[in-house]
């Protein structure tokens, strides 16, 4: 069957030859899967700054949904979003000139976040113990309907078969 070659970016494989590698790095789905991936990783000033030039797509504002997804040339944000973005580019500004000047900001350490974790699985634990635990399922009353089986498939009796003298070991 040969080399088969694995596309993170597609999440998909095909045989691995010059011709057919060619053909998928340079194709249409390829290069924006490949954007969609490293978007991921942008600014957030670089993400606010294209989307303050772009104009609303009217399509998503009507029925929040678009054809073109994230390959639209329209901005896909709401006010509020927008919103939401520069008030995290401000926070990040003002973190880098608070790093700049000097000032003393202690980075979250590990231990900081172990013990809010130990707090509130705590608090859960305390108020899992308050709820009363679930009783175990039980069939109803005359379930599962009783079969008249043939011998062969019946349990045997509490005290077991019974076992003629000739076939007792002795």
């Not at 989307?51 to 504002?61: A, D, G, I, S, V």
């Given at each position: 069957m040969g080399k088969?070659?694995?596309?993170d970016y597609c999440d998909r494989s095909f045989q691995d030859n010059l011709h057919n590698r060619k053909k998928h790095l340079n194709g249409v789905q390829h290069l924006r899967a490949k954007r969609v991936w490293y978007d991921l990783f942008r600014d957030a000033a670089a993400i606010l700054q294209e989307?303050?030039?772009?104009?609303?797509?009217?399509?998503?504002?009507q029925t929040g949904q678009c054809d073109f997804g994230s390959?639209?040339?329209?901005?896909?944000?709401?006010?509020?979003?927008?919103?939401?973005?520069?008030?995290?580019v401000q926070g990040e500004k003002r973190l880098k000139e608070l790093q700049r000047e000097g000032a003393d900001?202690?980075?979250?350490?590990?231990?900081?976040?172990?013990?809010?974790?130990?707090?509130?699985?705590?608090?859960?634990?305390?108020?899992?113990?308050?709820?009363?635990?679930?009783?175990?399922?039980?069939?109803?009353?005359?379930?599962?309907?009783?079969?008249?089986?043939p011998p062969s498939l019946q349990a045997p009796p509490p005290g077991g078969w019974p076992v003629p003298p000739n076939l007792q070991w002795g």
């Open positions: 088969r070659y694995f596309c989307e303050q030039t772009k104009k609303p797509c009217r399509k998503f504002l390959n639209c040339r329209f901005s896909h944000m709401t006010e509020q979003d927008l919103e939401k973005l520069s008030a995290q900001i202690p980075p979250g350490t590990i231990e900081d976040w172990l013990d809010k974790r130990a707090q509130r699985l705590s608090a859960a634990q305390s108020n899992s113990a308050l709820l009363e635990k679930p009783a175990p399922f039980q069939y109803p009353l005359g379930w599962p309907p009783v079969q008249e089986l």
